[in-house]
């Protein structure tokens, strides 16, 4: 199974500054999502990343408030820009196992913006 | 249109047997994930059904019935550490996922 390495695991920032969460896999994997969990909520997907293109967005996400990077198969970047209190939640990365037939999750990024 | 209902709360006594069941209406359905997450934890992965039939793991199995549009999550000997919550998500053959609200689980001594 794919091991995920998610950073920062958590972090406070300010109104209107803007965070990266990296997410590193230690084999190479053909699909990567970004998922958003609110509070008290389920999960919400933003985007998958793919690699050497721009990312795929869902509806109600906009890549100038959520730039996403893909250089290679094992690493991803996502940014939250002029970040609100309303982005207050845990951001996390997820990749496909087909062989498995798994989705896997990083440990999520836990950001609070006072 | 898309949804995927579970229910919100159930509670079961510790030792004990619990089914969480899980209903979809979803386009381009290729199988239904179950997941368990525990405050403030990332989901970790627990089975993916992509036939019809049951599929056992230990103390947990796994339903599914694509006629039907239906699935459960079977817990048996409850133990306390299994107070979490369970999300069902369908996902189609990309693995683009539509997510249950998730089903809290608690147990009880």
């Known amino acids: 199974s794919a091991v995920i390495s998610q950073k920062p695991s958590r972090d406070i920032c300010q109104r209107g500054t803007s965070l990266t969460i990296q997410c590193q896999v230690d084999s190479q994997v053909t699909m990567m999502f970004w998922y958003r969990q609110q509070p008290g909520q389920s999960l919400t997907l933003i985007a998958t990343a793919n690699q050497g293109s721009e990312a795929t967005y869902e509806s109600g996400f906009v890549i100038d408030k959520f730039p996403i990077s893909r250089p290679n198969l094992t690493f991803s970047t996502l940014t939250v820009s002029n970040m609100s209190p309303e982005d207050s939640s845990i951001y996390l990365c997820s990749v496909v196992d087909r062989e498995a037939g798994e989705l896997f999750f990083g440990e999520g990024s836990r950001l609070t913006v006072l | 249109g898309q949804n995927i209902d579970q229910p919100t709360e159930m509670t079961a006594t510790e030792g004990a047997i619990v089914q969480i069941n899980c209903t979809y209406q979803t386009s381009g359905f290729n199988g239904l994930f179950w997941y368990q997450q525990h405050a403030g934890e990332a989901p970790t992965f627990l089975s993916y059904n992509v036939l019809d039939g049951l599929e056992e793991k230990g103390r947990f199995s796994s339903f599914l019935s694509r006629s039907k549009g239906y699935s459960y999550l079977l817990l048996k000997e409850l133990q306390m550490k299994d107070s979490a919550s369970y999300l069902c998500?369908?996902?189609?053959?990309?693995?683009?996922?539509?997510w249950g609200a998730g089903t809290k689980l608690i147990i009880k001594p």
């Open positions: 998500a369908a996902s189609d053959s990309n693995y683009q996922l539509i």
